[in-house]
């Protein structure tokens, strides 16, 4: 889509990320209209240009106008970028479904899964809009803190859709000669990753906060992306989405970045602090932490065995100890590497015998 064919879009939700892409797309050129849930966020934002609470440090452009009216935020849109935490997902899009009068895309950038009904991001919004909408929505998802984002470190994203036409079009929307946005049709692989990875992040964290060094850290990488593709297959995801961006690139961030909040939380949790006190603490939210309560009932649901969610779960919501949860998982029945990630119809991989 060229610049032309858009003049205002709507940023719902003023988090970090949600800040990083108002600021993004407004130095492009765009006027954006900026939904904020805190009335002293708008107000530091429209004095000062700059979201201290969440992205401090940045200064926001003048076209990014700030509100906590969502009637004003998608007065005479053209696209909204939903941007809000994953458990109020389903109330903004119910609160901003009678003020769009008309069909226009919806861009989605929340990674999570809502605990309850245990639906992706994208389902959720489906559940609100009528079926003539569901071909206007896309998800963004990929390698890409907040920070780093607006202060233009080289990023590669996902966008995913399934149309790809609109893909195709909104690809160049949010494309910079620093953020890099890759297109795909794989809706649900590109979520799961997105939001299974913050459950992986937490563990890691607890792995580097009980000292447990890299050897261990590579293999809860490895074995997170197995647990990941398991799920996936049984959700009906494209296996390949999980070696990209959204999957094995996002997972890789969260679990040795120091900036993931939920990495940080897995290092509060060897600490031996409980997740109550972490969630209470902070104004940002931890999606991992609700995340893994909706994944393990996933894997229930569906059959898969995810012994790394599980372990997590325990530790998070059965105050189970995280080195005697690491020592349980280590110490399981050996099996195959590849157990699980083939295919039914598929033969495991044997070597060529020698003539």
């Known amino acids: ?15 970090a990320w949600g800040t990083a892409l108002a ?13 904020v849930y805190e009335a002293e966020v708008v107000e530091a934002i429209q004095g000062t240009r700059e979201n201290s609470w969440y992205l401090p440090g940045v200064v926001l452009p003048n076209s990014i106008q700030a509100t906590n009216s969502l009637a004003d935020a998608v ?5 909204v970028v939903l941007a809000v935490p994953s458990h109020s997902m389903s109330s903004v899009i119910s609160n901003l479904r009678p003020l769009l009068r008309q069909v226009l895309p919806i861009t989605i950038a929340t990674k999570g899964i809502e605990e309850g009904t245990l639906q992706l991001m994208s389902q959720v919004v489906e559940g609100h809009l009528p079926q003539t909408w ?7 998802t990929g ?27 909104l690809q160049q929307v949010f494309l910079t000669p620093q953020f890099r946005v890759y297109a795909g049709r794989d809706v649900i692989g590109a979520q799961l990753g997105g939001a299974l990875k913050n459950v992986m992040a937490i563990a890691s964290g607890i792995v580097d906060g009980l000292d447990l060094g890299f050897n261990a850290r590579a293999a809860l990488i490895t074995r ?6 398991r799920l996936g297959r049984g959700l009906g995801a494209d296996v390949s989405t999980f070696y990209g961006l959204s999957g094995l690139g996002d997972l890789v961030l969260t679990c040795t970045g120091s900036l993931s909040r939920n990495y940080q939380v897995g290092i509060q949790l060897a600490k031996g602090h409980d997740a109550a006190s972490l969630q209470s603490s902070t104004r940002t939210v931890a999606e991992g932490i609700p995340t893994t309560r909706a994944t393990m009932a996933l894997a229930e649901q ?3 065995d995810m012994p790394i969610v599980r372990g997590i779960y325990r530790v998070l919501f059965e105050k189970q100890n995280p080195r005697h949860v690491v020592s349980d ?21 044997e070597p060529t015998a020698r003539v």
């Open 224 to 229: 997170g992306l197995a647990e990941m593709i």
């Open 302 to 304: 569906y059959h898969v």
């Open 143 to 169: 390698p890409s803190f907040a920070a780093e984002v607006s202060r233009w470190k080289p990023t590669t994203i996902l966008l995913a859709g399934r149309d790809f036409n609109l893909v195709n079009r």
């Open 75 to 79: 007065q005479n849109t053209e696209l």
């Open 329 to 349: 998982l280590m110490s399981r029945t050996a099996k195959g590497e590849t157990d699980g990630l083939l295919p039914p119809n598929m033969p495991a991989f």
């Open 134 to 140: 569901h071909s206007s929505l896309t998800v963004l």
């Open 23 to 35: 600021h993004l797309l407004a130095t492009k050129g765009f006027n954006i209209r900026l939904w």
């Open 1 to 15: 889509m060229t610049r032309s064919s858009f003049q205002v879009i709507s940023v719902i939700g003023a988090g």
